[in-house]
Antibody, heavy 119, light 109 residues
């Protein structure tokens, strides 16, 4: 059974840092590129990053580039999102998502973790 | 990358058909055949209902269909059912990043 379980959400201060993790199980993790997608309250999803199966290819959206870092550990089936320089507009539910390499659709979604940025 | 444009809401009676448009540019929708659609119920994660413009994952009813013309993709729900009431988002590959649509709330009258 496929599972993606995010953790690490919570309250962060403007200018501060938070680190999210996503634990994957039930599929061949290294065959999938992993994305982080966030959804602000009442808004549509916003794709913010992906990382290729080997970890070599990483891409971040303009809105987070230079502040957020995406990484993965294939030995532990984990993907991470390090969020630095937090801003109020980073407040959102953050979803971990998996896409089989070669596909262009999200095959699996996590349940999401809420990040709130406030002083 | 700007969000793809969708109508804010559409509605229909049970059994009717509704169509949701998703308008982008030649850099996203018009440039690739990789448009997907997601259904989202309140408090839940999005669920894939179409990919590669018109392909349905296993388990998705054939009431859901998709098409694309130039820079606009469309999702049609035929034979509308009560459980189809949800938010719908399109998403397109854009040459590196992906871009989502603004979202459409479907109401079953």
């Amino acid at each position: 059974q496929v599972q993606l379980v995010e953790s690490g959400g919570g309250l962060g201060k403007p200018g501060g840092s938070l680190s999210l993790s996503c634990a994957a199980s039930g599929f061949s993790f290294s065959d999938y590129y992993m994305s982080w997608v966030r959804q602000a309250p009442g808004k549509g999803p916003e794709w913010i990053s992906f990382i290729g199966g080997s970890g070599r290819h990483i891409y971040h959206a303009d809105s987070v580039r230079g502040r957020f870092t995406t990484s993965r550990d294939n030995a532990k089936n984990l993907v991470y999102l390090q969020m630095d320089g937090l801003r109020g507009e980073d407040t959102a539910v953050y979803y971990c998502a998996a896409t089989l390499d070669g596909n262009f659709k999200v095959d699996y979604w996590g349940q999401g973790t809420l990040v709130t940025v406030a002083s | 990358q700007s969000a793809l444009t969708q109508p804010h809401s559409v509605s229909g009676s049970p059994g009717q058909s509704v169509t949701i448009s998703c308008t982008g540019t030649s850099s996203d929708v018009g440039g690739y055949k990789f448009v997907s659609w997601y259904q989202q119920h309140p408090g839940k994660a999005p669920k894939l209902i179409l990919y590669d413009v018109a392909m349905r994952p296993s388990g998705v009813p054939d009431r859901f269909s998709g098409s694309k013309s130039v820079n606009t993709a469309s999702l049609t729900i035929s034979g509308l059912q009560a459980e189809d009431e949800a938010d719908y988002y399109c998403c397109s590959f854009a040459g590196g990043p992906y871009v989502f649509g603004t979202g459409t709330a479907v109401t079953v009258l």
